[in-house]
């Protein structure tokens, strides 16, 4: 880890309408549209508010919180596949990012399709993909089931495939959310094993978690997100242990 800051947010505040405000109905929205639209920004729910941190390179920097503190919305905005309502967010590398069991999968496809499918959509090319493709299953240890569709693949199967494809890749910042929590435990020890390595590789992982002790065991730094603003930032061991005291 060096102290380059490759990613920064600087008071990153991100809100969406409750359309459910919209009182009146389609046609009076139509209607009476700029009032409408005032409306709209008027009732928004904040998912975070002016949340500032940075990230160096190399650094494993973890966030927790409790379930709609705004951890995945963290992720979602370095990612890129959110934009900030408020503040900046400067990210420097290639991000690869394992955000959502079965993001940018399709069910209808079998699991060597999907990851063709999977492996183009985060950057790599088809002869890429048909290269690793070996390595892939093999990781997954799926073996009969890589051929046949999606849809009959438990949850399990489904992580195990996302994060095979995953670990194929050559990331400079890797973002995870909670993808270890399913799946058996020599799958996991393989994960675990998978992003030690990216670690010492010099990779930047952000990664959101509700065990606490792989963030301890994974993580330089930690952000405890509470109530959508920044509850707390120090080393692992110092804001895991505040917030196993407070009981969350």
């Given amino acids: 880890m060096n102290n380059e800051q490759v990613i920064i947010f600087d008071a990153v505040s991100k809100s ?3 359309y459910h405000h919209i009182t009146g109905g389609f046609k009076n929205f139509l209607f009476h549209f700029p009032r409408a639209v005032s409306q709209m920004k008027n009732h928004q729910y904040e998912a975070l508010h002016e949340i500032s941190f940075q990230v160096c390179r190399g650094e494993t920097f973890g966030i927790i919180g ?3 503190a705004g951890k995945s919305t963290a ?3 370095i990612a890129g596949v959110l934009k900030p309502s408020k503040g900046t967010i400067s990210v420097k590398g290639r991000v690869s990012a394992l955000l959502e069991l079965g993001s940018g999968f399709n069910a209808e496809l079998t699991g060597r399709e999907n990851i063709v499918l999977n492996g183009v959509l985060l950057g790599l090319t088809r002869v890429e993909v048909m ?3 070996e390595e892939i299953i093999e990781f997954s240890g799926l073996g009969q089931f890589i051929d046949q569709p999606l849809r009959t ?3 399990g199967m489904m992580m195990r495939l996302g994060f095979s494809v995953v670990s194929s890749l050559d990331p400079e910042i890797l973002l995870i959310d909670e993808v270890f ?6 799958f996991q020890k393989k994960c ?3 992003l030690e390595s990216f670690k010492k590789g010099g990779v930047t992982i952000v990664y959101v978690s509700h065990g606490m002790q792989t963030i301890l065991q994974t993580c330089d730094r930690v952000i405890w997100i509470e109530n959508h603003r920044v509850r707390m930032i120090g080393s692992a061991q110092e804001v895991v242990s505040s917030y196993v005291d407070a009981g969350l």
């Fill in 16 to 18: 969406y309408p409750l």
């Fill in 181 to 186: 929590a399913v799946g058996d435990m020599e």
């Fill in 75 to 77: 992720l979602g905005l």
């Fill in 131 to 133: 290269h690793k493709m």
């Fill in 192 to 194: 675990m094993d998978k």
């Fill in 66 to 68: 409790k379930n709609g």
């Fill in 153 to 155: 693949y438990s949850t």
